[in-house]
C-alpha cells in the first residue's frame, strides 16, 4: 500500500522557481525507513538522480542541481521537498519522487510531475 504523491508540477519560465512535494501517504515505516529522492526524466533521456536526502542527513545533488535546488525532508508530514531555483528549460522533465529502504533495498516510486520550463 506504499504510495508516493508527487505535486507542484507546473510551467514556469526561464529562472523562474517550483517546489515540489513528495508525500507517501499512509506508509509512516517506509518513510523513516528509506533515503528520499527525487529523479527526473527528459524526453528522449534516461531517468537521473536529481537530489535525494538520506536517512543520515546527507544532501546530495547532480551536477545540475548544485547550487540551484534544494531537497529537504519534513519528517513530520512524511514529506520530502524538493525546491528549484533559477530553472532552466533543460530541468524540463518528469520528475519523479523516490524512496529507497534502505535495509531491505526496494524502491518505491511516485507517478511523477511534469515540470516545463520555457525559455
Known amino acids: 500500500q506504499v504510495q508516493l504523491v508527487e505535486s507542484g508540477g507546473a510551467v514556469v519560465q526561464a529562472g523562474g522557481s517550483l517546489r515540489l512535494s513528495c508525500v507517501i501517504t499512509n506508509s509512516v515505516r517506509v518513510f523513516r525507513s528509506s533515503d528520499m529522492g527525487w529523479y527526473r526524466q527528459a524526453p528522449g533521456k534516461m531517468r537521473e538522480l536529481v537530489a535525494n536526502?538520506?536517512?543520515?542527513?546527507?544532501?546530495n545533488y547532480s551536477d545540475s542541481a548544485k547550487g540551484r535546488f534544494t531537497i529537504s525532508r519534513d519528517n513530520a508530514r512524511n514529506m520530502v521537498v524538493l525546491e528549484m531555483n533559477n530553472l532552466k528549460p533543460e530541468d524540463t522533465a518528469v520528475y519523479y519522487c523516490?524512496?529507497?529502504?534502505?535495509?531491505?533495498?526496494?524502491?518505491?516510486w511516485g507517478h511523477g510531475t511534469q515540470v516545463t520550463v520555457s525559455s
Open positions: 523516490n524512496a529507497h529502504q534502505v535495509v531491505s533495498g526496494i524502491n518505491y
Open positions: 536526502a538520506t536517512l543520515a542527513g546527507e544532501l
